[in-house]
């Protein structure tokens, strides 16, 4: 399994550039107890189900394969990624800072960027839709001045500020399994959480590119960026959103030594004309200290 991040899914930062500002990750702060709640997740029984895919929509470089038996406990998840007011709540009982502001800018889509918008640095190689934004953060998610919308995934985490949240809440992130196996919704080998057909009776299911990527959208769904973390219908376990619309951190390593960490799910920013990763079996990965406009998160908990 190649280790190497995937820049077409979420821009990637260089660990030596965060490690420079910030000599060792960022310290959980103390879990409060009142934070200790299990509102909003799904208790889900657990057992055992068939982990990954080998079909011809496959990236074979990323390690989806072979599919194989896999077994997890039963365990609490969130029935939504982490929204924008609740990582503002976070962020106002702890004081935390996040990666992308101690850095002082995150990657945002070209797309979305006003002309006038302050750049940090080049764009990552191999894309040229990535832009390192001045000031871009959770909170001003296309730099200074724009606005986060409160409905919305919080997006601009890293994985160390999405580990952090979910130590103040009193849970944790997924693992890789636990993540499938919840986004699958009891569907056995299904590419999607619903079935095999992308858009069933027409109907969109899921936030992806539509149109011609990067270039043109047709928004068939009425949004371009991020939707609401209840948008669409729920899976077969009560899970929105699942695939598409954000980029979800899991707790697991990419590859066994890679430093990097893996993602599930896709983002608004898929498009099968160069990746497909908006199945439930798909993954990629990214190093710890990287944020851009379209990663976020969800977490889970020990039954």
Known sequence: ???????????????AAALSVLPSPPADPPVSSATFSRKGMVLLPGGTFRMGNEDEAA?????????REVGVAPFHIDERAVSQIEFA????????????????????FAGLLAPETVLASPAPAGTAWWRAVAGASWREPYGPGSTAEDGHPVVHVAWYDAAAYATWAGKRLPTEAEWEYSARGGLDQARYPWGDELTPGGQVRCNIWQGEFPLVTTKEDSWV???PVDAHEPNGYGLYNTVGNVWEWSADAFAPGSGTRAMRGG??????SYCNRYRVAARTGNTPE????NI????????
Do not use: I, K
């Open 290 to 293: 990287s944020s851009s406009g």
């Open 225 to 227: 960026g991020t939707v």
């Open 89 to 108: 709540a976070f962020v106002d009982a702890s004081g935390y800072r996040t990666v992308a502001e101690r850095l002082g800018w995150s990657y945002v």
């Open 296 to 303: 976020g998160f969800r977490c889970a908990a020990d039954a």
């Open 59 to 67: 990236n074979a470089h990323d390690g989806e394969g072979p599919v």
């Open 267 to 272: 983002s608004y920013l898929c498009h099968d």
């Open 1 to 15: 399994m190649s280790s190497q991040v995937r820049a077409c899914c979420a821009a990637a930062r260089e660990p």
